[in-house]
């Protein structure tokens, strides 16, 4: 059975997007544990990061920097926390959340029904930080 974000993906699922190319796509997270967690997930569908051949894995990185830089600029967090931790969907997905203290990573307190208005404000905001960097990856 495909997973959340394989149907994600595929269109089956809603998602605002901030990033798309040949081999990964970004989008905000559904639960976000801060104004701008974005989801960086590869198209291929692998359960764990481990198992990521080193190129996909590089790619994901160069993609997941892109974002953060924008998070960051946009956002002005103190730092842009990364976390691979992959026990909730079986597949890969690096976890980009905008952190003013480590407590901000506390995946208990994420946030279970947030505005759909304040969510598309991240997506339109993280979008237009990409394309002040000069990003081509970005969904229009």
């Not at 970004?26 to 989801?39: E, I, M, Q, T, W």
């Not at 079986?90 to 959340?97: D, F, G, I, K």
């Not at 759909?116 to 990856?137: H, M, V, W, Y």
């Amino acid at each position: 059975m495909p997973s959340v974000f394989t149907r994600i993906i595929a269109g089956e699922l809603p998602a605002r997007f901030v990033w798309k190319d040949e081999l990964c796509v970004a989008f905000l997270s559904a639960n976000p544990l801060a104004p701008g967690h974005v989801l960086v997930v590869p198209r291929d569908e692998i359960d764990d990061w481990i198992d990521l051949p080193a190129p996909l894995l590089a790619h994901l990185m160069a993609a997941s920097q892109a974002i953060g830089r924008a998070l960051k600029q946009e956002f002005r967090p103190r730092k842009v926390g990364v976390a691979l931790v992959g026990l909730e969907v079986p597949h890969v997905h690096v976890h980009l959340v905008p952190l003013q203290a480590i407590a901000d990573l506390d995946f208990s307190r994420a946030e279970k029904d947030p505005a759909p208005a304040a969510l598309d404000e991240a997506c339109r905001r993280t979008r237009a930080a990409l394309l002040r960097q000069g990003a081509t990856a970005v969904p229009a």
